[in-house]
């Protein structure tokens, strides 16, 4: 019996730390491509893409694994070809698909998943810098979509 218990306890340690944790993604990944037509439509009706409309901007993206639900699919997405972004910044939405909702709509380069799991959705660090400092804003899911928790942001200077 003490043999089956922690065989249990090492299956779920593995399990836990092969769901999201350390899943980082930024605005320049290789594997972001079109994303389906509900992420989309989310984005496109959302009033933060308005300016991106205007430039013409097109949409990708990348399912991002937030939730241990498997009836809910999140996309981590920005726009194509560096369309209306600064210096290493870009926009950033993450999108609950089964909503057909944005969740997030930031600006950074890179998104990083943490292991602390909030109402459904694991937590989030966006990061964004400039050549003499990186800031990282933390955010946690309310239910409805992610805050930012200021106690929790960082900035470092390089």
Known sequence: MHYFKYSFL????????????????????????RIDRKANAAIANDP?????????CKLAGTK????????????????EN?????????PIWIVDESREKVILNTG???????HRLQNGFM????????AGEV????????GNKYMSDMRRAKRRTK
């Open 10 to 33: 090492v299956l779920l340690a593995i399990c836990k730390n092969t769901f999201s944790e350390g899943v980082n993604l930024t605005i320049e990944d290789t594997a972001l491509s």
């Open 82 to 90: 560096a369309c209306g972004w600064g210096a290493a910044l870009g």
């Open 135 to 142: 800031n990282n804003v933390y955010y946690y899911f309310n």
């Open 48 to 56: 933060s893409f308005s300016p991106f409309k205007n430039m013409g």
């Open 108 to 114: 950074g380069y890179a998104v990083a998943v943490k």
């Open 64 to 79: 991002i694994p937030l939730t241990p639900s498997l009836t809910v699919t999140t996309y981590f997405v920005t726009t």
């Open 123 to 130: 937590d989030i660090d966006v990061s964004s810098g400039t």
